[in-house]
């Protein structure tokens, strides 16, 4: 049971589950972002919340977003890291919160395609290497 082995929230269990439901059907995460607020503002039709803030980070369950392109990253035909940051990006709003999160975990999961690496300065590199091997480093030694 996920919820004993981490100690988690109930409110972060439900969102694990209803992100699975999700990422199991065909819907586009800007749709799932607007079904969201609308369900947010039931009382009201056609949400005008969703034009004011439907798709930034502040919006509850939009940590669901995130784990969505996670339960798909499975099925997607292209490349899963590029095809998630894609998805992530067209869903619009606070991409760039999303894309740390999602290209973070993704990058550990399944790498970075060597096409992107390679367009990352030397000099940037060399630091990004370096920290990771601390980091590593660190981690090893705890």
């Given amino acids: 049971n996920l919820k004993d082995d981490l100690e988690l929230p109930d409110d972060v269990i439900e969102a694990f589950k209803r992100a699975k439901m999700v990422a199991a059907t065909d819907q586009s995460l800007s749709d799932f972002f607007r079904d969201l607020s609308h369900e947010i503002m039931k009382d009201k039709p056609d949400s005008p919340f969703y034009d004011l803030a439907g798709r930034s980070c502040q919006l509850p369950g939009a940590f669901m977003g995130p784990l969505i392109l996670f339960y798909r990253a499975a099925t997607m035909s292209e490349d899963t890291f590029i095809s998630a940051?894609?998805?992530?990006?067209?869903?619009?709003?606070?991409?760039?919160?999303?894309?740390?999160?999602?290209?973070?975990?993704?990058?550990?999961?399944?790498?970075?395609?060597?096409?992107?690496?390679?367009?990352?300065?030397?000099?940037?590199?060399?630091?990004v290497t370096s920290a990771a091997e601390a980091i590593s480093m660190k981690i090893e030694s705890d």
Avoid at 85 to 112: K, P, Q, Y
């Fill in 85 to 127: 940051l894609r998805e992530n990006i067209l869903a619009s709003g606070d991409t760039c919160s999303r894309a740390v999160f999602i290209g973070s975990v993704l990058a550990a999961a399944c790498g970075v395609p060597d096409s992107w690496v390679k367009k990352v300065d030397s000099s940037v590199m060399e630091i």
